[in-house]
């Protein structure tokens, strides 16, 4: 019974996942890139999956909440997520040579590329093929500056991403608890505080503070 239904999911994720893929612009137009982050300096990098990738995990997550997912053994949802993970490396090794790729748009595929690996495999395994044929498509110069900080980036939306699809992440396996530990780690020596007002130059002359000679003589 079970089988049947994985094998049917399998293919329908298939099919929406290479709709999407092919139907999205990967160039410097994509969507996404007006939503890139600064990481370093004058560096701006993906922090976030593109919405038509997001919206074929969450497919799936509404498949498994159709048929009730308190009652899928975890062995069945193992399974499923090898099968969902393997369907990704075909449709992106089937889709890539007929994409319009820029650099930008490179950088955002691959980030929702890694984004997919780590939902539906807990041990974060890729295709080292479709890595290298995206990465062919960046300045090896300017790669060897982004490579440090997209698995970084990858692993923080995926925090922020696991309630969405929590019926296939899971708070106990190792690439969660890695990545809220890197999260927690940068966020120390951050504070919450929404500023009111600018902040103003103070003390730029001692000790008058703020005040200026003009409203000195005023008084």
Known sequence: MHTSWTE?????????????????????????????????EDMKLPTQASNTMVRSL??????????????????IMTRLRQQLANAVNHVFQASLPTLELTENGTLQLMFDYLFMCTVLQQDVKY???????LAQQIDPINWDSYQPHMKPCVDKFYIKQSLLFGVLTSASNETYERARKQMSTQQQGQYNVLPLAPQATRFTLLPIGH????????R
């Open 8 to 40: 049917w999911l399998e293919k329908e994720f298939s099919q929406k996942l290479k709709t999407n893929l092919i139907s999205s612009t990967w160039n410097d137009h994509c969507a996404s890139i007006a939503v890139w982050e600064t990481v370093e």
């Open 58 to 75: 969450f497919y799936v997550c509404e498949e498994i909440q159709r048929i009730n997912s308190s009652i899928v053994d975890q062995t």
């Open 127 to 133: 295709n080292s093929e479709i890595m290298d044929t």
């Open 211 to 218: 005040t200026s000679f003009s409203s000195l003589k005023a």
